[in-house]
């Protein structure tokens, strides 16, 4: 039995998954459910990773992504350069050469996740596709955990 949307309703088309480009290079160790914690960069958020480190001028700095509490729906992700070396507790993933930088805490939150870059008429900007939020506030920065 299929549900019908009734004629008033205007249809709405899912936002497409973007596809993640895989880390061979990351340092990642498995998480404690077991499975390997990784993260995931499409083919557009490398590429503006790229522009953007050659633009400051520091091509061999690193993204550092997390998240942290706050916002209006409880945590707000984190997105950043980064010209040192990782912490000790980071996990490091490249990404064609560009190195991501996530701390062990963030990752729980982040594990399975995809940064994509999207430019539109209204916004421009890195954006996390994160299977791991329940619900995610108007501005798009802040989020709620399952």
Do not use: H
């Amino acid at each position: 039995m299929t549900a019908e949307t009734p004629a008033s309703t205007p249809e709405t088309t899912p936002e497409p998954t973007p596809e993640p480009v895989a880390s061979p290079d990351s340092t990642a160790s498995a998480s404690p459910a077991g499975s390997k914690a990784v993260i995931g960069m499409t083919p557009k958020a490398i590429q503006a990773a790229k522009t953007a480190l050659q633009k400051r001028g520091t091509p061999e700095a690193a993204v550092r992504v997390g998240i942290k509490g706050g916002g209006c729906s409880g945590y707000s992700y984190v997105i950043e350069f980064d010209d040192n070396p990782p912490r000790d507790r980071d996990r490091v993933f490249e990404f064609d050469g560009v190195k991501v930088f996530v701390d062990k805490k963030s990752l729980i939150y982040l594990a399975g996740s995809t940064l994509d870059y999207e430019k539109t008429m209204m916004k421009q900007g890195f954006k996390f596709v994160n299977p791991n939020e329940a619900t995610r506030c108007g501005c798009g920065t802040s989020f709620t955990v399952k």
